[in-house]
């Protein structure tokens, strides 16, 4: 079997471009946008692009895989249908990729704990 290396800094940047686009017009439709903050959605989209690179799938940078099939396809980005109730009180997803449309600062928002929505 190959051995898996990792993609190169220009393969990283186009799929970034890539999910960028695809993430963008499937999060509209739910009512979210990327965050504004810049840095961060770089970030995590160059992990789940890492991600990618590795499993094959672009699962979420900040849930653990748990290899059970049926609970891992719930955290493949953007997982936002599958946590909609959760998501929408907090305005934001977990990672803080995506947030509400009307959200200008991310970083007043508060994270809950599922038990507490
Ligand atoms: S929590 Fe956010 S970044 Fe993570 S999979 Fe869900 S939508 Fe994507």
Redesign the pocket.
Known sequence: MGEITSPSKSTVEARKKALRYLFEYVVDLLGYKFSPDEEEVDF?LTQEVLIEARTGVP?????VLTGVRELDMK??????PF?REHFDRMKR???G??VHKDVIDPARLEVLPPDEV
């Open positions: 995590l699962f979420c940078p900040c849930q955290i493949v980005c953007p997982c936002i946590h997803c977990w990672c990729l995506f």
